[in-house]
């Protein structure tokens, strides 16, 4: 198989997470890690093997062992490293949300297309075990026509400081936390959305940004989508997708769905994302790279290099979750539905 050489753009919790799923990928290269830090870079290139590290981003990309790029880096400069990756040929794996505003993801996809390379839409909610499994039940028709889907990631709050203002994460958590299930939810039912209402304000944290969203949406034949997340939620992540179809209906827990239960006295080193104590009955995640997706989307993404094929999520799939995100933000400023 051919191999694949990869850099990162960023060196942060999520780059973290990426690196140690492509090191299990046996044709997947580790070349070059940027990072504005040049002791963050050259530790992260140090912990994972990576073979060069840089603080200028475009000499990284002058390197033509690399084949594509990770973007891993806050939510405002995901345009410019996208754009610059694929103006020097590399395909690129964009995490959430795709962009800051509409201008940004339209500039986005047209410059992967034009430079010819893959774009793929980091939404690793599609790629959990637990989502390849459903959707291949729901294929089968065990669901029959699928009605509505309810979904909602929630926690206590971001670990980036970027998240807390507008300018540089495009929003609150409608733009940084349900675009998650904002996008599972348009996937799988697989029309285009027609009409949205969206509510939110803070609820609890003194910030930029809504601490709370909910919104609905309306799709091409009737079918009713509620997306809701928050920055208010104790005791750890928590991702929840319901399903309800003419047939059947189905329920999904990707964070705290564990084989293990366990209760201890003194506590441990680490139950799951943002849970704040381990003492009393907790869950412990076994493998998050596994269970939240991520191994799979990389593993998805260098297959769709070397197959040449085309992503599950595309670029162009994830301007249109941010097309919908933003019609939320205008009915909450207009305090009505908006048609799309």
Known sequence: ??????AFAGAGFLADMFARCY?????????????RTEQRAKSFAEKYGVQSYYTDYEEMLKRNDIDAVNICVPNYVHASMTILAAEYGKHVLC??????????ADEMVRACEKAGVKFMYGENWLYTPASYRLREIIQEGALGRILAIEAREQHSGSHSPYALKKRFSGGGVLIHMAVHPIGFIMHMIGKPVKRVYAEMGNLLHDIEGEDYAVMLMRFEEGESGIAQSNYITKGGMQDRIEIYGSEGMAFMNLTHANPITLYSDVGYS???????????WTSPVIDERYQY??????????ECIVEDKEPLSTGSFGREVLRVIFAGYESHEKKKAVNL
């Open 1 to 6: 198989m051919a191999r694949v050489g990869m």
């Open 23 to 35: 090191k299990e990928i046996p044709n997947v290269n580790l070349v070059a890690v940027f990072s």
């Open 95 to 104: 995490t959430k949300p795709l962009a800051i505003s509409m201008g940004q």
């Open 270 to 280: 680490y139950v799951v994302e943002k849970a704040s104590m381990s003492k009393g």
């Open 293 to 302: 997706g991520f191994a799979n989307m990389v593993r998805h993404f260098v």
